[in-house]
């Protein structure tokens, strides 16, 4: 087997694990108020490449740590990587009405609830962190995770992306911006399956190199699907960052130039992972993540 | 001095202490995004009763704990109070154009803005517990609060609220609603006080039923409070509940009723709070409680 096809039979393997997990995360399809958990349900069950639960994995495997102290912390990752994009699609933000190919939550439910959704949804990653971990590693996990998604990470780099739009900014600001909107959470993804896997902190410190460069990487190739592919390919709107005026690394410097800085990203967090006690899927992903198509 | 002195004076020593706390648990002033932190700390920082922090407080003197061990988990709950005031004002909830005596957040922010600070705030409450209290204590206090607050608890009533409106609700329902709302994060604040610090499993329990039957009384005179008072006293909108078709209990029952039942309720919580070592305090906010003009 190649590298490719192992860390495409882990994702395989593992995907299911995620989804099944995060129905169990979820409060009961039939709990009360009925709309409010049809909106969460329609948001975390609507499919998804999983990609940062997988991370949160990859981290654990690359300190050889057991996969299964790493699910609650996935599936937290995953439920607030949700709420981000609930509210990310809200009018008054993106105002988006497609993702993962279906109509976004607030075009379902509205846009109260779309804001509801995607609050309890963030509230409830911090629970699983909380509830399903051990203490010690409870509190750990869930300072780095909200550390990664407030003002001084996601949340903020959301609001820098805001700011931003019809500006042009130069390119440590786009990579400043990409570091916050996407790497942060990214970064948490690898170090949170190094912690659950109660890891050495030098291990989780490369973890979390290994994501922050990763993530931006994603990010930039995320950037040239939106200019390259089709609604259909992407299950979002394309070309729409282009019609709002965002500041991207494919804009400024063009697409070749974009992915050459993605490939450099990619092979820079494979050296980092060279740290690591079984770094071989990270790589492995790294590499994977290039080519995506969507 | 009487009862009425002690929490009053309890009350003007500790609001200070929680003020300058929560100061030093927001991210510098200067920090960037610049707009996203001065929106933040424009929610945080103008006013307010203070009250849920001061409950965390009275939860942890009422098992004699030291009220320092509790402060991180005062600021927590407020800080999550503050977030779930910006996104019911938003226009697509409640949308309000004051609180606290000033425009709320949105007004002076825009809204894109005023969802993420709320977002970042929610996320804050749930570092500063995680990073700010010792690990075992730290798990408890994010599980108690993150369920307090989300789609079974605190969200799950803002969406009940809204799916009411215009209809007629039973007085279990109106009392079911409340709950929810606003007694489960009053709940969850007194419960927090006990285990911040570090009190027996027994007390922790009485600290939420106590926080349950205040937090009850306290949503129904603000329902009265909504309808008596000016926008002056209250430093938000009146009579927008019924102008809304909301479901309150003085609106069901009428006011004097409600009052009753207000008074039933905080004198429960009165005969509640019995089981605790040192309970003076929390009866003493529980009748206070009844005569507040705002």
Partial sequence: MTEQDDIRQFIANQRPRVEAELERCLPPAEAEPARLQAAMRYAVCGGGKRLRPICVLLGAAAVRGPLDSALPAACAVELLHTYSLIHDDLPCMDDDDLRRGRPTVHRVYGEALAVLAGDALLTL???????????????RAGAVLARAAGSLGMVGGQALDLEAEGRRLSEPEILQLDRKKTAALFSASFQLGGISARADEGHIEVLGRVGLDLGTAFQIVDDLLDLRGTPEELGKAARKDRERGKATLPDLLGEEEAAARARALSEAACEVSRGLPAPDLIVALARLMLQRSR
Avoid: I, K, Q
């Fill in 125 to 139: 990653a911090f629970e699983v962190l909380a509830a399903h971990l051990l203490p010690p590693v409870a509190a």
